[in-house]
C-alpha cells in the first residue's frame, strides 16, 4: 500500500500557533441560522467569544488564581459521543491587563458511550465520576467552585428514544450538581449537529490561526463520528449559498463581521451507523473479493442522502475522528502525528484491503467495508479523489474536537447572563 508523504505536519507546523494564541479573537460570537429561502435571519446562539475586553470581563466573573501576576482559569467540556465519552479541561491564563490565551488541555476518553447504558442508567454514573476526578487532580480546588462543567452530547443520545436520552441526562445532571464545580441548569444536553459542525470549524479554525490573521483563507472541517457525521466550510462563492438546500448555511457573526457557514449534520451517517445500514442488507457474502458487492450496498445506503457542494474542491480540510483513526489503523499516516492524504487512498486502501482479507487479515474486520464506506461518502459529498485531505488529532497539543469552540460559547454565554449589558 502507497505509503503517503506526511505534508500534514509540515503545514500543521507552518500554521499552528503557541497555546497563548489570543482568545481575546473569539469575544462575541454570535451565531445565526441563516437561511436561503428566508430574508429574516432566526438568531440562536451557539459558539462563544468575544473582543478582548469582553473576555478580560469574563475573566472577572470567573475568579482564578494568580500566578505571577497572571489569573488562570479552567472550562471542563464533557463530549458525550455515540462510541465514547470523553472530558476536555481547558487552562486559560491571564496576563495582567491583557486577554486571556488558552495554555493547555488535559483530554481523557472513556467506552462505550452514554447510550450504551439506556437501560442501565445507575450504571453510567461510574464512567462521569471516573472522568469528573480527572478534572479534580488537574484543576486546584480553590478554583473548583468557578470552574463552569458542561456536558453536551452528540449522536448516541439524538438516536435515542427521547425518553431514553433524558433519563440519562438527569442522571449526569445528579452526579455533577454533586461535584464541586460551577453547575448551571443547563449544564447537560443534547447538541444539535449544526452547532456540533460550527463549533469544531472554531476549534480548527482557532487552532490554525486562521481566524486571527485578518485576509487568511480559513480551512474546512470535517468530522466523522460514529453515529453522525459533519462537513462545515466557509463559502466564498455565490453560487454555493444560492445552490445550498435550506438548513445547510448558519451565520455566524464574529467581531462584526458575519461568516456564512455551509454546516450540515448527516445523523445516521456516522461510521457505525453506516455499518449497520449497510450489513442490514448483506447475507451470505463471499469472503472474497468484497469491494464491488460493498461498494453497492454503500452506494444504496448512501443514495439522495448527500448533498454536494462544488467549492469543497477549492477549499483546505481538515479531518478527524474516524476519519483519522480509519486512515491510521492502515498506515496511510502516522497513528501520532496524523498527515496527509488524498481522498482517493481510502477508495485504493478499500480494494486492497477487501482483496486480501483472507490471505491478510486486517486488525478490524470492518476494514474492507469501513474504508470503502468513507471512500464513498467523501466523493458523495463532492471530493475528487487527488483532493488532498489533512488529518489531524491534536494542533498544538489540543484535539481537535468541537468541545473548544463549545466552551468559548458556554463562557459567553455565563458572561452575558451575569451582565446581560455587556
Ligand atoms: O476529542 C477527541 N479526540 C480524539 N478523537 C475523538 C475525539 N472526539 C471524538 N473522537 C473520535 O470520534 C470517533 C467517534 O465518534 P463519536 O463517538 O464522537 O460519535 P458521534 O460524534 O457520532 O457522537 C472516534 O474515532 C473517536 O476516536
Ligand atoms: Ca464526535
Known amino acids: 500500500m502507497r505509503k503517503i508523504p506526511n505534508h500534514g505536519n509540515l503545514r500543521v507546523a507552518r500554521v499552528a500557533y503557541p497555546l497563548g494564541l489570543c482568545v481575546g479573537l473569539f469575544i462575541y460570537v454570535a451565531y445565526i441560522k441563516w437561511h436561503r429561502a428566508s430574508a429574516t435571519q432566526a438568531f440562536f446562539s451557539i459558539a462563544g467569544a468575544a473582543s478582548g475586553m469582553q473576555w478580560g470581563q469574563q475573566a472577572h466573573s470567573l475568579p482564578g488564581t494568580p500566578m505571577r501576576g497572571h489569573e488562570v482559569f479552567y472550562g471542563i467540556m464533557f463530549d458525550a459521543g455515540s462510541t465514547g465519552t470523553r472530558v476536555h479541561i481547558f487552562q486559560f491564563t491571564q496576563p495582567p491587563g491583557e486577554t486571556p490565551s488558552l495554555t493547555h488541555e488535559t483530554f481523557k476518553a472513556l467506552k462505550p458511550g452514554l447510550s450504551a447504558y439506556a437501560d442501565d442508567v445507575e450504571k453510567s454514573a461510574q464512567g462521569i465520576q471516573e472522568l469528573l ?38 442522571k449526569v445532571k445528579e452526579v455533577f450538581k ?44 470535517l468530522d466523522l463520528g460514529g453515529g453522525s457525521t459533519q462537513i462545515t466550510f466557509l463559502p466564498q462563492v455565490e453560487g454555493t449559498l444560492e445552490a445550498s438546500p435550506p438548513g445547510y448555511l448558519t451565520a455566524l457573526r464574529m ?22 445500514a449497510i450489513l442490514g442488507g448483506v447475507e451470505g457474502q463471499p469472503v472474497a473479493s468484497l469491494h464491488e458487492p460493498c461498494a453497492n450496498r454503500v452506494a444504496e445506503v448512501l443514495r439522495n442522502k448527500v448533498h454536494r457542494a462544488e467549492e469543497v474542491l477549492q477549499v483546505d480540510f481538515y479531518a478527524f475522528s474516524y476519519y483519522y ?30 482483496r486480501t482479507l483472507e490471505t491478510r487479515p486486517p486488525r478490524s474486520p470492518f476494514a474492507c467495508m469501513d474504508l470503502t464506506y ?13 483532493k488532498v485531505l489533512q488529518l489531524t488529532r491534536k494542533i498544538d497539543n489540543v484535539e481537535t474536537s468541537w468541545a473548544l469552540g463549545a466552551i468559548f460559547h458556554y463562557i459567553d454565554s455565563l458572561n452575558r447572563q451575569q451582565s446581560p449589558s455587556s
Open 255 to 276: 467581531f462584526n463581521r458575519t461568516y456564512k457557514l455551509y454546516s450540515y449534520s448527516y445523523l445516521g451517517l456516522g461510521l457505525m451507523s453506516a455499518r449497520l
Open 374 to 386: 468513507v471512500g464513498m461518502l467523501l466523493q458523495e459529498l463532492g471530493f475528487p479523489r487527488d
Open 133 to 170: 476526578d480527572v478534572a479534580k487532580q488537574d484543576i486546584p480546588s480553590d478554583l473548583w467552585k468557578a470552574t463552569p462543567l458542561v456536558l453536551k452530547a452528540t449522536a448516541g443520545l439524538r438516536l435515542l428514544p427521547g425518553e431514553k436520552a433524558q433519563k440519562l441526562l438527569q
Open 178 to 221: 454533586a461535584s464541586p464545580f460551577l453547575v448551571g441548569d443547563d449544564c447537560v444536553s443534547i447538541m444539535n449537529g449544526t452547532d456540533e459542525g460550527v463549533s469544531a470549524w472554531i476549534t480548527v479554525n482557532f487552532l490554525t490561526g486562521s481566524l486571527k490573521t485578518p485576509g487568511r483563507s480559513s480551512v474546512g472541517m
Open 325 to 354: 483513526d480509519l486512515a491510521a489503523s492502515i498506515g496511510l499516516i502516522d497513528t501520532e502525528k496524523g498527515g496527509s492524504l488524498v481522498v482517493g487512498d481510502f477508495e485504493m486502501a478499500a480494494k486492497y484491503v477487501c
